[in-house]
Nanobody
């Protein structure tokens, strides 16, 4: 099995910064794209950013220029550096990855359990 574990959430004032981490573990053959999504209270989950195995990135317009996604392929870890945070960034942030499982070589889409980010005004 493969699992994702996020960390780094917390409470921060508007204008502040936080860095989220998400580490994949288990029987991993390879990981393709990794990304972050978020779900604010009472809203649907929305895509935030994606980074592919080669390093190319894409961002939602709402976070472009403020958030930076990166990854360490050797550690199977993806990061989300969040700066200039706004109260509307408050949400549970979920890590997502597409992974090929060792042994079976099945491709799975995996989600982490989420980490709460609260931005106070």
């Amino acid at each position: 099995q493969v699992q994702l574990v996020e960390s780094g959430g917390g409470l921060v004032q508007a204008g502040g910064s936080l860095r989220l981490s998400c580490a994949a573990s288990g029987s991993i053959w390879s990981i393709d794209a990794m990304g972050w999504y978020r779900q604010a209270p009472g809203k649907q989950r929305e895509w935030v950013a994606t980074i592919r195995s080669g390093g190319s990135t894409n961002y939602a317009d709402s976070v472009k220029g403020r958030f930076t996604i990166s990854r360490d392929n050797a550690k199977n870890t993806v990061y989300l550096q969040m700066s200039s945070l706004k109260p509307e960034d408050t949400a549970v942030y979920y890590c997502n990855a597409g992974a090929v499982v060792g042994g079976t070589f099945r491709y799975l889409e995996i989600w982490g359990q989420g980490t709460l980010v609260t931005v106070s005004s």
